[in-house]
């Protein structure tokens, strides 16, 4: 079983800056690659970035590319993501998830194996 926390998320206006943090545990951190998805009210969770094992690759969506990063600190069993240039419609719930098939960077919702809570990110305009 793996566990996964979510924190950072918050109010903050457009324009503006946060990072989101993903605390892991249950299982050897680096054996798994990492993803983030949203869910905005009434929509579809979808996916926004993810992170290999090693952190050598990550792949993003096209709506976030460029204003998002994801990175990962394997000492400290912990995914980030630093996302700018935040805008109203990046307002959704941020949740991270753990893949521990041999993709590098899983993409699809299906594709992962653990989910954590959710932490919400509202954006205002």
């Known amino acids: 079983q793996v566990q996964l926390v979510e924190s950072g998320g918050g109010l903050v206006q457009a324009g503006g800056s946060l990072r989101l943090s993903c605390a892991a545990s249950g299982r050897t951190f680096s054996n798994y690659a990492m993803g983030w998805f949203r869910q905005a009210p009434g929509k579809e969770r979808e996916f926004v970035a993810a992170?290999?094992?090693?952190?050598?690759?990550?792949s993003y969506a096209d709506s976030v590319k460029g204003r998002f990063t994801i990175s990962r600190d394997n000492a400290e069993n912990t995914v980030y993501l630093q996302m700018s240039s935040l805008k109203p419609e990046d307002t959704a719930v941020y949740y991270c998830a753990a893949d521990f098939s041999f993709r590098v960077v899983p993409v699809r919702r299906s594709e992962y194996d653990y989910w954590g809570q959710g932490t919400q990110v509202t954006v205002s305009s």
């Open positions: 992170i290999s094992r090693s952190g050598g690759s990550t």
